[in-house]
T-cell receptor, first 113, second 117 residues
Framework: AQTVTQSQPEMSVQEAETVTLSCTYDTSESDYYLFWYKQPPSRQMILVIRQEAYKQQNATENRFSVNFQKAAKSFSLKISDSQLGDAAMYFCAYTGTGNQFYFGTGTSLTVIP | GAVVSQHPSWVICKSGTSVKIECRSLDFQATTMFWYRQFPKQSLMLMATSNEGSKATYEQGVEKDKFLINHASLTLSTLTVTSAHPEDSSFYIC?????????????FGPGTRLTVL
């Protein structure tokens, strides 16, 4: 079975600084997708960034970028120029051939003004 | 973008009663819908996957007779918590996908907070 591990239950970052959230996963599949979702206090799941496993190039969305290391099964999220609105719970997620999502346990990010 | 709604956004019920939660895809046809449960400060746990017109597939440990899922149309799926008990209190989230959407793309509803007294 696929598993997703987030080893940082909580992280904090100073406003305007950069923070990296870690995620590792375990799978025997070769074709899969990885995601980072943000869940603010409203609890609406918001897609932050998505990475296809077959693409070697790391995905980037404005201030958000990933470091995808396929061999190491690592998928970290870097948030640059952190803003107060970035404070939320962040979940790493995996989906493969079964189309189900497997979520990590989440990292609670605090942004310090 | 694709929008998924849930109704109600929150509900309080007495122990022993049944509660129905609706999940609707507003601007697309959802061939597959997923139901998740999330306890406070925990991750989303997949409860079941439903395809339009067929029976839902439940994850191990989820009681299908307690959590009834119906996906009768391409825009509506319902989750009914039968004979609810306080331990069923949780946040329930649905998501939806369509076969033409990108592989692995799911659109999440805003969630429903269930409190059983």
């Amino acid at each position: 079975a696929q598993t997703v591990t987030q080893s940082q239950p909580e992280m904090s970052v100073q406003e305007a600084e950069t923070v990296t959230l870690s995620c590792t996963y375990d799978t025997s599949e070769s074709d899969y997708y990885l995601f980072w979702y943000k869940q603010p206090p409203s609890r609406q799941m918001i897609l932050v960034i998505r990475q296809e496993a077959y693409k070697q190039q790391n995905a980037t969305e404005n201030r958000f970028s990933v470091n995808f290391q396929k061999a190491a099964k690592s998928f970290s999220l870097k948030i640059s120029d952190s803003q107060l609105g970035d404070a939320a719970m962040y979940f790493c997620a995996y989906t493969g051939t079964g189309n189900q999502f497997y979520f990590g346990t989440g990292t609670s990010l605090t942004v310090i003004p | 973008g694709a929008v998924v709604s849930q109704h109600p956004s929150w509900v309080i019920c007495k122990s022993g009663t049944s509660v129905k939660i609706e999940c609707r895809s507003l601007d697309f046809q959802a061939t597959t819908m997923f139901w998740y449960r999330q306890f406070p400060k925990q991750s989303l746990m997949l409860m079941a996957t439903s395809n339009e017109g067929s029976k839902a597939t439940y994850e191990q440990g989820v009681e299908k007779d307690k959590f009834l899922i119906n996906h009768a149309s391409l825009t509506l799926s319902t989750l009914t918590v039968t004979s609810a008990h306080p331990e069923d209190s949780s946040f329930y989230i649905c998501s939806a996908s369509h076969y033409t959407s990108g592989r692995g793309e799911q659109f999440f509803g805003p969630g429903t907070r269930l409190t059983v007294l």
